[in-house]
Each structure stands twice: as C-alpha cells, then as structure tokens.
C-alpha cells in the first residue's frame, strides 16, 4: 500500500487551484465522480484531490486520507474487522474505491488505479 492523495472539499474550485498553485501545485487531472468535479492537484509526488461542492452547501470536515492499493477486494476480503464507511464503487477511468472508518473515526480511502 501506498500513500495515494488527500481530499479538500471547496465550494470556490477555481480560487482554491489558484491558491494551491501559489504554493507549487501543479494541475494533475480532472474527473466527474458521483456527480461531483474533481482535480488532482501534484506537488512533488504528494497529490491533492479538490472536491467541488454546490456553493449554497456547508463544506463539512469530511476530508479523507487515500491509500492506493493493488486489489481492493482482496484488501477488504483480508481484513473483515474494517469498518465500510462507502463503497466499493468502480469509477469511470476504471479505479474502484471504498472507504473505511478508521480507529479514531477518521475516513480513509482504499483506492485501486489499476
């Protein structure tokens, strides 16, 4: 497993690239997920996922950690004492994610790119 992203929701995507690439992000991607736009931003290997959410909503702290992993399945299959928060989902670019609770209830993303 390895390190994969961390997630910001904003309701100002445009203002939120401009400001990280004030401090050296570089544009990555673009994806529509589940409704939502979002751009992968890098900065020297560490990868920032920007969420777009509907302005007139409250942005909420349900920002997540993600981890890549080689078999998703095989992961929860291995590992029946994860919490499943959401998912499994399979995107259109062909990556599956699901997402568990972690000890302290923090949100953590399995996320298979291959």
């Not at 890549?68 to 998912?87: A, K, S, W």
């Amino acid at each position: 497993m390895i390190f994969h992203h961390v997630a910001i929701e904003t309701n100002r995507l445009e203002r939120a690239v401009q400001f990280y690439e004030k401090l050296g992000f570089l544009y990555d991607s673009e994806i529509e997920l589940l409704g939502e736009k979002i751009i992968f931003m890098k900065l020297k290997g560490f990868r920032l996922e920007l969420v777009l959410v509907a302005e007139n909503l409250k942005l909420t702290t349900n920002k997540h950690i993600a981890f890549e992993v080689e078999n998703l399945e095989e992961m929860l299959d291995c590992h029946p004492e994860f919490t499943l928060y959401e998912g499994p989902y399979t995107f259109e670019n062909g990556w599956q994610s699901a997402f568990i609770m972690g000890p302290s209830g923090e949100v953590i993303e399995l996320l298979q790119t291959k």
